[in-house]
């Protein structure tokens, strides 16, 4: 919780990305060490960041080839000597609250590849492993691994440094600021592996981050879409999961347990997205189509057919395999589970996603419905095998075991 913070603070300071992060983890390590000896101090965060800090003025005081530090160096002294504690540093200079957002600018970098931005910063800022991220790319572990490393070098080499655009910059760097802060809620809201499939921690942070995005750009109706977006999705949270810990999906779900006040909050900044005007992107559309859910008190109620035209119009401006079946399963409520397959099963030939679990899942949903139990609990079975995520596993196995003979009404349906 606490990691992305002090290596944001440190980067401030030593001015490179990647030895702030050693550092930060140095810190940690020596936490580890201190505290099950010592105790853990009042302020955990600020003893974490102190001793960060520490570390890095000890280095840069070592390191000559970092003797152009030295000023900024004294700037910490003299505040030290001024009477600041050095456990109250980081709480006591306002503009560090923003740090982290800093962060995310700089490993948003251009002079990185887009892929490497959302890498490198869900590895900062998300805290995510490697093979969490590479399970978001759909990609392989070792060859995001590489990109995250080469990443660090490229930002090392050009000394990019720790600060929050200004002017045009702000929009070049802004879409992939907008995909990093969005793949981060989506590890929180459907976590890729681990024993929980929700990750609270990192949906709070991802729409922190937006709620300080809207105030940076405010006139932007993308900006102002995502948080909207991730706040509808977020105010599911207490309904998603049953009192055992597994999932419950959204057709299935006390819609009384929703968080209505972030509805409506949520359905305010659509409503002020749309009036900034032009051509909806993607997260005004996918906050539109969350909306459709939102707006209706009962699952019946849902207008499917209005969802199906949205992700039509998503697919037009970012064509995208993953909203292909989205849409498919927004037709199989309107138009039924045969039309819908249709588009699944030209999913599968294509062979774009492989490895991605929802498409079994997805298809054996739809063989269920459409009475073919054998080929719905293989399609279950299959998309077990190929998800992380221990919750999700268990509820797509009792998907399979009631793909039987007889009724499938207990089987997973997509959420």
């Not at 930060?24 to 101090?41: H, K, N, S, T, Y």
């Not at 109250?88 to 590849?113: G, M, Q, R, Y």
């Not at 890729?192 to 809207?214: F, H, K, P, Q, Y």
């Not at 006040?261 to 359905?267: F, G, Q, S, V």
């Amino acid at each position: 919780m606490e990691a992305a913070k002090v290596t944001a603070v440190v980067a401030r300071l030593v001015g490179d990305v990647s030895l702030a992060e050693d550092l930060a983890q140095d810190a940690f390590v020596q936490a580890l060490e201190q505290w099950p000896r010592d105790g853990m101090p009042d302020k955990p965060g600020a003893w974490l960041t102190a001793t960060a800090r520490r570390r890095a003025i000890d280095r840069i005081r070592r390191d000559a080839s970092l003797g152009d530090k030295l000023q900024q160096v004294g700037r910490a002294e003299e505040l030290r000597v001024a009477g600041l504690a050095d456990a109250d540093f980081d709480l006591a200079l306002e503009d560090v609250k923003d740090d982290v957002l800093a962060l995310i600018f700089a490993a948003c970098h251009p002079a990185l590849t887009a892929e490497s931005r959302i890498a490198l910063t869900l590895r900062m800022i998300g805290g995510l492993t490697t093979r969490e991220i590479a399970r978001a790319f759909l990609a392989q572990e070792k060859a995001v691994g590489q990109r995250i490393s080469r990443a660090k070098r490229t930002l090392s080499a050009d000394g990019v440094t720790l600060e929050i655009p200004s002017g045009a910059d702000v929009a070049a760097r802004l879409a992939s600021v907008l995909e990093v802060v969005y793949l981060i809620f989506n590890e929180g809201y459907a976590a890729t592996s681990g024993r929980d499939w929700v990750r609270g921690d990192l949906m709070e942070e991802a729409i922190r981050l937006g709620r300080v995005l809207t105030a940076l750009a405010p006139a932007e109706p993308e900006v102002v879409g995502l948080l909207a977006l991730m706040e509808i999705q977020a105010s599911r949270t207490r309904a998603r999961v049953a009192a055992d810990g597994s999932p419950v999906l959204l057709l299935d779900q006390d819609r009384t347990r929703w968080d209505w006040t972030l509805i409506r909050h949520a359905l305010a900044a659509l409503e002020r997205a749309s009036r900034l005007g032009g051509i909806r992107g993607p997260y005004v559309l996918q906050a539109e189509i969350a909306a459709c859910h939102a707006r209706a008190s009962r699952a019946e109620d849902t207008d499917w057919a209005r969802i199906v035209a949205l992700y039509e119009e998503l697919g037009r401006i970012r064509p995208s395999p993953v909203i292909d079946l989205n849409r498919a399963v927004a037709l199989s409520y309107a138009a039924g589970p045969a039309a819908a397959l249709v588009v699944v099963d030209a999913l599968v030939g294509s062979g774009a996603l492989g490895d991605y679990h929802l498409l079994p899942s997805v298809r054996g949903d739809l063989l269920g419905r459409l009475g073919r139990h054998a080929e719905a609990r293989a399609e279950f079975i299959r998309a077990a095998e190929l998800t992380d995520n221990e919750a999700e596993r268990a509820l797509l196995l009792r998907g399979a075991a009631a793909s039987g003979p007889g009724d499938v009404s207990s089987a997973p349906h997509p959420g």
